[in-house]
């Protein structure tokens, strides 16, 4: 794997590069030959390609605002597999009165058509806002006339009153581009910090000082060319993570006088205490007060702590919105039963401290948020709040978010390597690992009837991250929660019942048939006594060397028990070979186990892995085992009339 470069440029250290001569933010004119252009010479496979594509932030220094300016030139060379780029979304932001305002839009669909270039302009009636919270509208279309070997372009300017953080832009997306380009000019008396992570190099790298638009500004430029689609892995939380980006902080201004906003963590959470929708929040004890569940009061601190997150677990909802700060504030979350992930858990907060126990918040990045910058402090990093609770001096931690949730097991979502508690006098670096491990055991008892088919019951039970992890599915969508076991296995399942059972753990039981599980041959009855369970696949089949870290949900164990009843009149030829493979560390065992018991045969199955990550050495490891997985269950077995 590539190792993961962090630069941070901030307003003490320049590079000057003057060397080599490469001209940013001028797209070339439209050429008739990329039209025609069959396939990409980066990616033959790719479905799309960027032509030509330049973000440009420029901080105008006369309206102190913040201009985006876009342009994306992109070839289309398979429609049906390139539908992200058939659409466009710009997000806008609004804060109380400041908002972000779209102009210049513009966006054609070229095509060639018996030679001639035909333009076809995006009309604005297929533009359209949706509002997506008090914070965020998106303006959408759609472009029209879009074919194979289409070519899109797009242009937009957004004006942006907020200057703390400059967004967060992907070098590395999926589509290979031809040439990719970052530009930031800033006011020298308005300094940010550039954080550049990822692992490639720019062709063109230009940060110096220069005379602009009359005064001397700041400017970073970086143009990249020939870059391929990025190839994600197989057991990744986040791609993002190992993506190159670049993102900045406001770091100072100098008017009249030199004022600083690079963060600390320190500082980061001065500001928060005293933002109205997080500090002022916590400071309305009255409402802890007069909503603190009954009957607590002589309980020891471990259950006056389990007593309360379990009455604002089930009292309130989570409307689905992240947040660090409260969106309509605690009090009307307590009239509504609903709330933001902040209102609720800040609450929780609130109900801890109003008890006697010691309790703070977290905020962290959840898993589709990315990885926190733990070197460029800044509360951008956030989107997500936890409740924290020091017991014993060990902190425990609490999302009362997640129906499923308790002590220290949180939702998949959660777990992102780090958080920052927020206590009233310090704050503090949390390193967040699933330690508890979560079970996946999935159960058939079948017997082979009369007519060749075989029937049974099916038991598919979760317990910790799993378990919170089907239940969302499953709240998500009940229908087709109940579909996938049909999609997964090409089996007829009957009577499914899906329930959370009384220890917290998620099961589904069914019945099943099918006509496809068994062969015959002569008197001969051929069969794979794992029925539908086995590992057909191995998932662990990267022919490239990893590049990057194994991440699972939690630690895991997952066994497959069958037991069938072998038919009246035969007998089973030969049995199938149990097969273990250990690590030499005992971090993952694979074991396939099979029984003969009067007349029914038993098959377990048991994979554990005891980390819930691995560094990229153990790759060759789990590919493996993987495969010694794979070909223990498809072992069949004959079955001999007598």
């Known amino acids: 794997m ?7 440029f901030s307003f003490v250290t320049f590079t000057f590069v003057k060397s080599q001569k490469h001209e940013f933010l001028n797209p070339p004119k439209f050429n008739d030959a990329d039209l025609s252009k069959q396939k990409s010479a980066l990616d033959e496979n790719a479905p799309a390609e960027i032509l030509y594509k330049s973000v440009h932030f420029n901080i105008d220094y006369s309206r102190i605002t913040l201009q985006k300016t876009i342009f994306y030139r992109v070839k289309i060379y398979d429609k049906d ?7 466009l979304e710009v997000p806008l932001y609004q804060s109380g009165s400041d908002q972000e305002t779209l102009s210049k839009m513009k966006a054609y669909t070229y095509n060639l058509e018996n030679g001639n270039v035909v333009t076809t302009k995006v ?5 359209y806002k949706s509002k997506e919270n008090k914070y965020v509208s998106i303006t959408k279309f759609a472009f029209p006339n879009v074919k194979n070997g289409s070519v899109l372009e797009y242009q937009y300017e957004v004006t942006s009153p907020f200057l703390f953080a400059i967004p ?10 031809m040439y990719t380009e970052y530009v930031l000019d800033t006011p020298s008396n308005i300094a940010y910090n550039v954080n550049y992570t990822g692992s490639l190099n720019p062709k063109h790298r230009h940060v110096e000082e220069k005379m602009m638009y009359g005064i001397n500004y700041r400017t970073y430029r970086f143009g990249y060319e020939n870059l391929k689609g990025f190839k994600t892995e197989k057991f990744i939380k986040n791609d993002r993570n190992y993506r190159t980006k670049i993102s900045a902080e406001l770091n100072s201004t100098n008017f009249k006088e030199l004022k600083l906003y690079s963060s600390s963590w320190d500082q980061i959470k001065k500001r928060l205490y005293e933002n109205e929708d997080f500090g002022g929040e916590l400071k309305k004890t009255i409402l802890a007060k007069d909503n603190m569940p009954a009957g607590i009061s002589n309980l020891n601190e471990n259950e006056k702590a389990e007593a309360i997150f379990k009455y604002v677990q089930k009292t309130f909802t989570w409307n689905k919105y992240s947040g660090v700060k409260t969106e309509d504030g605690i009090k009307k979350m ?17 109900l801890f401290r109003e008890a006697g126990i010691n309790a703070d918040p977290v905020a962290i990045s959840t898993v589709g948020n990315g990885v926190i910058n733990l070197t460029s402090p800044n509360v951008s990093n956030f989107n997500f709040v936890l409740a924290a609770v020091k017991i014993n001096d060990q902190y425990h931690l609490y999302d009362a978010t997640t129906k499923q949730s308790s002590m220290d097991m949180l939702p998949p979502r959660d777990w992102n390597q780090f958080g920052i508690l927020l206590s009233k006098d310090k704050v503090q670096q949390l390193t967040m690992v699933n330690s508890k491990p979560s079970f996946n055991y999935l159960t058939a008892v079948a017997k082979i009837n009369e007519n060749g088919s075989v029937s049974g019951t099916y038991s598919d039970k979760d317990t910790g991250s799993y378990a919170m992890f ?10 087709k929660y109940k579909k996938q076991y049909k999609d997964n296995y090409a089996i007829d399942f009957t009577n499914i019942e899906s329930k959370v059972l009384e220890n917290g753990d998620f099961e589904s039981t069914m019945n099943f048939s099918s006509d496809n599980l068994i062969d015959r041959v002569g008197k001969k ?16 089949d990267q022919a490239e060397t990893r590049r990057f870290p194994i991440d699972f949900i939690s630690a895991y164990t997952k066994t497959k028990k069958i037991t069938f009843e072998i038919p009246e009149g035969y007998v089973i030829e030969e ?31 048991t994979i554990k892995v005891l980390s819930p990550d691995y560094p990229k050495e153990y790759y060759p490891a789990f590919k493996q085992i993987w495969g010694t997985a794979s070909k223990s269950e498809n072992q069949v077995i004959s079955l001999i009339k007598k």
């Open 123 to 127: 009309d604005k009636s297929s533009k």
């Open 81 to 87: 597999k390139a539908e992200d780029w058939l659409n």
């Open 2 to 8: 590539k190792k993961i470069i962090l630069i941070v």
């Open 525 to 540: 009855i051929i069969i794979n006594p794992m029925l539908f369970l086995n590992k057909n696949s191995n998932e662990f």
């Open 575 to 605: 049995m199938p070979k149990s097969k273990k493979i250990v690590t030499d560390d005992k971090e993952i065992e694979y074991s396939y186990v099979a029984e003969h018991k009067g007349n029914k045969l038993e098959v377990t199955s």
């Open 168 to 177: 967060e832009i992907l070098i590395e997306s999926d589509t290979p581009s």
């Open 470 to 479: 089907a239940k969302e599915n499953y709240d998500d969508n009940m229908e």
């Open 334 to 350: 307590l009239e509504t039963k609903t709330g933001n992930a902040a209102e609720i858990n800040l609450f929780l907060v609130m």
